[in-house]
């Protein structure tokens, strides 16, 4: 019997060049025929295997572009506290007084994705109103934008932080009165997490199938670890590959190396890895170092201020010119992809002239496809430059469904309508590459259409309504981009013959619902490569029984 697949009965979306087919044809793990029904049919062995989409639609699988994997599964067994379900300091605490109750007595209570600004309170929770549930287990949260986070008494002691304790370049203690409020920014946050022990190898290997599993069940086939190095350094390295050589790597991934001092793109160089997309499954591409903090949290760099009644201020800049440019010039000139957060115009700026004078002389940044990752809140002038070097925006829609009311209390209407013109990138030529960065926002792809479909909050506040995208554009976005910002777009993030049978079957046609439907739409079935890696309803199952 033939192992070819035959996709028919709905739509086959074939990217947005190729637009829509009725049939596909997978054989040996890619495109054998797109087209007419007849034409593929014609293509198809005797025995082929026949998929009725009964209406639905096929399309190239979703590419995470940028998301933390290994941190995305870590956090699927912690404390969850996104704003989806804990609005309140309250229910922060139950929750966090509830993991105390089952763990041994000392024992870390690791938290995720609270949202200040949308909790009852309008601030971060303090060390103190922590200690009443945890008075004795070390207890760290960390804010959905992970810049931020809040450690308990316990946890600062065994970090060993006192009042004392100086701010590290780009990053801040909170204090108030003199007294520690348990608020760590940005690089302060290290100060913790070094002393929070690490994740086994089994652990961690556990996690990366975890999240690949909940990858699949979305709809996606491509993901991203944006930040390999800054859990458990180089052991995560050894994880991947445990990952990969038991098949408990689900998605083929595009990892980015920790770059900042702090990080392992030094020692993982050290000790011999060097920059490789040729391995689809695991690929070893790109180096990563902050610039800045978040929008939400007041910490990204820009040239005007945020609102007084926001707080004020400029930002933070992670690192002075002179140190983000040594860094850029030599991951520049080791061979890798420069993959650098970057979100207020300020540190923008900064990384583009980085960029720029790093590819001064023998070392041109032609072809090189360096990426600054966020680039929420960029100029038209700064949008040129980064056309004309070949430099891709790979923005977060999500972040206008999830932070945007908050980007308007803190930035005003203007800059928040302005931010991750997606529409304006495509009409000038560039390939955002949309993802999530999951943990920071929640992984459901249909959310992040849904934004770039109508540019609206999860409070209903449509920001920049000019900059919204077309059905089959936000999907472009979503995939080829993704794969384009991977130096894979010739392999994946299109279906056309030749090209990887990466490929999602959606319970609706996307292209031919209303937007608020695209919220409730899921993912029926993932192929990665032809091979099924998540089959909601079973029907590859039943072919085969069949």
Known sequence: MSTDLLLH????????????????????????????????????????????LEGRVAIPAF??????????????SQVNLRAEQVRTLDEVLRRIGEAVKGAPKGAWILGRGYDHGALDIGRHPTATELDRVSPDNPVYIVRTCGHM????????????????????????IERKGGALTGLFLERAKRLVIDAIPLPSEDHMVAAIEAAGHDLASRGFATASDMNVGMTAGLHEIAAYRRALAEDRLIQRMWQVLAGNPEGIAESAWNEGLRPDHTDDRLAWGAVKVFGDGSAGGLTAAFFDPYLESAGGGTGMFMFPDETMHRLLALYHRQGWQLDIHAIGDAAIEQVLVGMERAGEGDAPL?????????????NAGQRARMKAHGIIPVPQPVFLYEFGDLYVRNLGPERSENAYPMRTWL?????????????????????????????????GTVLGAAEALTAEQAVHCYTW????????????????????????????????????????????LTLRGGVPIFDRHGALRSLAMA
Do not use: W
């Open 9 to 52: 009965g709905g739509r086959v979306f074939r990217g947005l060049a190729g637009g829509f087919a009725e049939a596909l044809l997978v054989r040996d793990g890619r495109v054998a025929a797109v087209g007419t029904a007849e034409e593929v049919e014609a293509a198809a062995p005797p025995g082929t295997r026949r998929l009725d």
């Open 63 to 76: 590419n995470e572009a940028h998301m933390h994997l290994l941190p995305y599964g870590l956090g699927l």
């Open 366 to 378: 032609a072809g090189r496809r360096h990426r600054i990752e966020h680039c929420g809140f960029l």
């Open 149 to 172: 986070g809040v450690a308990n008494t316990a946890a600062m002691k065994a970090a060993g932080v006192g009042h004392n304790t100086p701010d590290p370049e780009g990053g801040a």
């Open 481 to 524: 981009c993704g794969a384009h910002s991977q130096f894979a777009e010739t392999r994946r993030g299109t279906l056309e013959p030749g090209m990887l049978a990466d490929i999602a079957v959606l319970s609706r046609d996307i292209f031919a619902i209303d937007p608020e439907e695209v919220l409730t739409t899921e993912a029926d």
């Open 427 to 459: 009409e000038e030529g560039h390939h955002p590459a949309a993802s999530s960065d999951s943990p920071v926002c929640t992984v459901d792809p249909f959310i992040n259409l849904f934004t770039m479909l109508t540019r609206k909050t999860n409070r």
